[in-house]
């Protein structure tokens, strides 16, 4: 199902959600970062999309970008990208030093 999952499917949908929600979007890569940010940020004000991978939210939130959406931001890995000298720019793009695996923050990911 993931192979269905485009940068213009995610920038659509949220398009698209935009008619009922008049809050941010917030573009991560997947569903266990949903599961942290979702513990930090308010979700009456901000719905989460997930990209199911870091390519599709880089390029969904340029996609969004070159139609100068507001409110829309995403959160993806570093990786080895300050390594390697490619960071994407973006000032909607926050790249995350570390991985949001259950362990770097010691949180459970299954809420009681």
Known sequence: MREFITPDRIANQI???RSSHKGCFLIVEGRSDKLVYERFIDDT?????IASGKENAV?????L???NFAGVLAIVDADFCRLEGN?????????QQFSLLCGTLSIPLNPP
């Not at 390029?59 to 996609?63: L, P």
């Not at 960071?87 to 790249?95: A, W």
């Open 15 to 17: 398009r698209m959600r």
């Open 45 to 49: 004000n901000c719905e989460f999309s």
């Open 59 to 63: 390029s969904a939130i340029r996609i």
């Open 65 to 67: 970008e070159q139609d």
């Open 87 to 95: 960071l994407p720019s973006s000032s909607n793009l926050l790249l």
